[in-house]
């Protein structure tokens, strides 16, 4: 079983920066496609970042792309996303999700791997808040 264990969101101003981590355990799928999603209140979820974890290659949201960069570690297998030049619109919770694509790689970088209906482990989540 894969367990994914989000951590550092924090409250900060418009235009600051936070970087969040996910920390995973247990089995681990070194081809997973592993994203980021966010939640603010009265909202539906949202996925922000992709990341393939085999070759490392991503995909963003266009409401973040420029200012947010995901990465991953393969020593810890720890993804993380860099959010730089926040905005009040990204506050929320945030969660990094899993599942395993072998070699289907490519279903980790469109669109449709921003649906969160794909997605078979999450993390409980970090909060995000920003101030104006």
């Known amino acids: 079983q894969v367990r994914l264990a989000e951590s550092g969101g924090d409250s900060v101003q418009a235009g600051g920066s936070l970087k969040l981590a996910c920390a995973t355990s247990?089995?681990?799928?070194?081809?997973?496609?592993i994203a980021w999603f966010r939640q603010a209140p009265g909202k539906a979820r949202e996925g922000v970042a992709t990341v393939y974890f085999a070759v490392d290659h991503t995909y963003y949201a266009d409401s973040v792309k420029g200012r947010f960069t995901i990465s991953r570690d393969r020593a810890t297998n720890t993804v993380y996303l860099q959010m730089d030049n926040l905005k009040p619109e990204d506050t929320g919770m945030y969660y990094c999700?899993?599942?395993?694509?072998?070699?289907?790689?490519?279903?980790?970088?469109?669109?449709?791997?921003?649906?969160?209906?794909?997605?078979?482990?999450w993390g409980q989540g970090t909060q995000v808040t920003v101030s104006s």
């Open positions: 247990g089995p681990f799928y070194s081809s997973a496609c």
């Open positions: 999700a899993a599942i395993p694509v072998g070699s289907y790689g490519y279903i980790c970088l469109s669109e449709s791997a921003l649906d969160q209906g794909g997605y078979n482990h």
